[in-house]
């Protein structure tokens, strides 16, 4: 699009809202984070982003609503404000609501009209993303849990990539050496880069150490240790840790094996938090986690493995103990992922 002259780039998530802006040469411009129901997050906007149409691209008016054409729909309550002008679907209990947005999974579905219901008549139900499957028995919940994981590591990952591929860019771009410049990839198409196929496998055994899943890439198998409607987005995004890992030639580990994560104290203690290179073997500690095992930490072995998957559960989310070791968690992490999916994208070092 051209504001006054100028000519920019709009690059949106898999839900279509407006989160990159770059200039004609591709130098980045502004960028936007958003809730799940699509308030901005804080410290956000950052630079310009030069349209009204922004969660999932609907217009936002000047007094905060968003326009989907039947309703106003209000990001701060994840509600519209007046009821669906169309009956709900009557045997899906989430839709009895008609006040609620896409049945209160803001993450896998939009509502471009304002009264359709996901999974039936919504043209804007996003799908998973290529090479994402589903095998054995799943009921809608787990599923839903699954994907939630899938498409917030997508998006976490999607917005480092493309700063990294910017600054790539850039470069090449002062070099002259156009031939070279990157794409910017969707949500989408860098999950495909980095997993290749992911399949979520449900069995009707049980693990015999007590766990819920376990991945050996392409496969993630959920045991019946995990209840039926009761799997969780927590355990999905670990077990996504694990891939990830294994896609980058398992060097997420071997770094953490050889790192000090840890913290200064106001008077000059150092304070371990994880890691393999402090000399008395692993250290794993729950510091600087958002909370205990097994939501936010779903192993207590002490492994850099384990300790792996449940920090980049807490990347992906980006939500850790909002505290010196939480911040050194999430530093270690943002430091290294671009060099890990770099790795994962070439098929490992």
């Not at 997993?195 to 049980?206: I, P, Q």
């Not at 510091?287 to 207590?300: H, I, L, M, N, V």
């Amino acid at each position: 699009m051209r504001v006054g002259g100028a000519l920019y780039f709009l690059h949106g998530d898999h839900l279509g809202s407006a989160t990159l802006t770059t200039d004609g040469g591709g130098n980045w411009v502004g960028e936007a984070r958003y809730t799940p129901y699509g308030e901005m997050r804080r410290d956000y906007p950052r630079g310009v982003i030069p349209t009204d149409r922004l969660y999932t691209g609907q217009r936002q008016e000047t007094f905060g609503l968003y326009d989907y054409r039947a309703r106003y729909y209000h990001p701060a309550l994840g509600r519209f404000i007046s009821a669906d002008p169309l009956v709900p679907e009557p045997g899906n209990p989430q839709a009895l609501n008609r006040y609620a947005y896409v049945t209160n999974n803001p993450l896998r579905y939009t509502d471009p009209t304002g009264h359709c219901i996901p999974g039936w008549n919504c043209p804007g139900d996003v799908r998973p993303p290529r090479g994402v499957r589903f095998t054995g028995h799943w009921v809608t919940p787990d599923k839903e849990a699954a994907l939630d994981a899938v498409w917030t590591v997508a998006e976490a990952m999607t917005r480092v990539w493309r700063r990294e591929l910017i600054r790539q860019n850039r470069e090449l771009v002062k070099t002259g050496d156009l031939e070279h410049v990157v794409p910017l990839p969707s949500a989408s198409e860098l999950f495909a880069q980095v997993f290749g196929r992911v399949d979520f496998h449900r069995v009707s055994a049980r693990c015999e150490t007590g766990c819920w899943a376990e991945t050996w890439v392409p496969r993630i198998t959920i045991y019946a240790n995990a209840p039926e409607g009761g799997y969780t987005f927590q355990n999905a995004a670990h077990e996504l840790g694990h891939f990830f890992a294994q896609r980058a030639g398992r060097q997420p580990y071997h770094d953490l094996n050889a790192a000090q994560i840890g913290y200064t104290r106001p008077d000059g203690e150092i304070i371990p938090v994880a890691g393999g290179g402090w000399g008395a073997g692993y250290v794993r500690t729950s510091k600087g986690y958002a909370g205990p095992f097994p939501g936010w930490q779903q192993s207590t072995v002490r492994t850099a493995n384990e300790d792996f998957a449940d920090m980049f559960l807490g990347w992906a989310y980006n939500h850790f103990a909002d505290d010196p070791a939480g911040a050194a968690r999430y530093q270690w992490m943002a430091v290294n992922m671009p060099r890990w999916i770099a790795l994962a994208v070439a098929g490992g070092p």
